[in-house]
């Protein structure tokens, strides 16, 4: 899961950093023909020629990164990708478990407790088989000792369990707020946008300030799907301290 996400959050890197190359060029165009005539410095154009070159350099790690991303994909599958598919908020899971149903649930899936529970039947059937009249006492006190150590161990199972499934609501709660968050920003974003091209139609504003709403919605988008992303993780780690 961890390389699909890198490859979508890397498309929406190269989209974004896309956004900003043209915001920056569309700026260095426009200040040129302002120094063109005389309405701006040669310094000023010059800090516009400077953003332009960076947000081009930038564009270019952001590419090399989608690659890397790609690749590293396409290796762990063993095939090409063609195209990957964002998630959507409706393949998240349904509802979550209260911690008790948690720990009943790790209690008999657990790995970890039930590699615990196997020693101790283990060590209560070696002690079974001497705890007798003709076995030696050092023979019976060594089982009785290891029946004891695996009782311990399944209840430090127990414990360490419990405390991963905590941590992990925790982590699918600070997930969950944040993609609320994403969700509330990227709506105001998208509010933006909407009211800076009625003014860009209306004449108000520049096609600069236009790209620049148009970059701050796909940035929130970014950031939307990125939280979405987190917000997955944090279901699938829930799972994994059930079972691990």
């Keep these: 899961f961890n390389l699909f996400a890198e490859l979508v959050e890397a498309q929406a890197a190269v989209e974004a950093q896309e956004g900003t190359a043209r915001v920056a060029e569309i700026s260095a ?3 040129a023909a302002r120094y063109e005539a005389g309405a701006a410095t040669e310094s000023e154009l010059t800090g516009a020629q400077s953003e332009l070159a960076s947000a081009e350099r930038s564009l270019e790690e952001a590419r090399t990164g989608l690659q890397f991303a790609r690749d590293s994909l396409e290796a762990f599958l063993g095939t090409g990708v063609v195209e990957v598919r964002p998630l959507r908020e409706s393949q998240l899971p349904e509802g979550t478990p209260t911690e008790e149903e948690l720990v009943a649930s790790a209690g008999e899936a657990n790995r970890r407790i039930r590699n615990a529970e196997r020693a101790l039947v283990d060590a209560e059937e070696q002690l079974a088989a001497v705890d007798n009249a003709y076995s030696a006492a050092r023979e019976i006190e060594t089982a009785r000792e290891r029946v004891q150590n695996a009782e311990e161990a399944i ?16 982590n699918l709660d600070a997930a969950r707020n944040r993609y609320e968050n994403a969700q509330a920003s990227q709506r105001s974003a998208a509010e933006s946008f909407r009211a800076s091209q009625a003014r860009f139609e209306a004449g108000t504003i520049s096609r600069v300030a236009l790209e620049e709403a148009r970059l701050s919605l796909g940035s929130s988008e970014a950031s939307l799907q990125s939280a979405l992303h987190a917000l997955f993780r944090a279901h699938l780690q829930l799972e994994m301290a059930v079972l691990e």
């Design 29 to 31: 165009q426009a200040m």
């Design 155 to 170: 209840s430090d199972a127990r414990d360490a369990v419990q405390l991963s499934l905590r941590q992990a609501l925790a």
